[in-house]
């Protein structure tokens, strides 16, 4: 059982962070810790002048009431959106809370996505601490 465990929430098709919050709440030492997190990628640099303005700030604020949501029910949750590269923000963050598990949403890889590396193949391959791969099926 793990004290503090950190579950990644994708906003992307087909992507449902019920199952990931599921196998967190088994994995979760009495009294311990979840916390949701949700990495918001920097929009490219060819379309920030066709985005209104404040739409970073309201994305922000839809993606934290969502997660209260998602949060809601569980003891002792907390609730973390940051910005940037998915992987190393996960990483360094379960780093510096001392994360003692990540949870971690994947599908089944495709030959690009091999290539090419995805955000759980990254957080698997560099975490310091354990990491729970939930598989999704491919998307229909």
Known sequence: ?????LVTVAYEAAQDAAPSLDIAKALLAPGGQITLM????????????YLPEGWREDMRSAIEADMA????GLENAAIVVAEGDAAHE????ARAQRVACIVIASHRPGT???????????????AQCA????RRPPAA
């Open 69 to 72: 949501k998602l949060a809601e």
């Open 112 to 126: 690009q996505s091999l290539l090419l590396g995805s955000t759980a193949s990254k957080v698997v391959a560099r």
């Open 38 to 49: 949700h990495v918001m990628e920097p929009a490219p640099v060819f379309a920030l002048s």
């Open 131 to 134: 990491v729970h791969v939930a």
């Open 1 to 5: 059982m793990y004290s503090h465990i």
């Open 90 to 93: 996960v990483l360094e963050h």
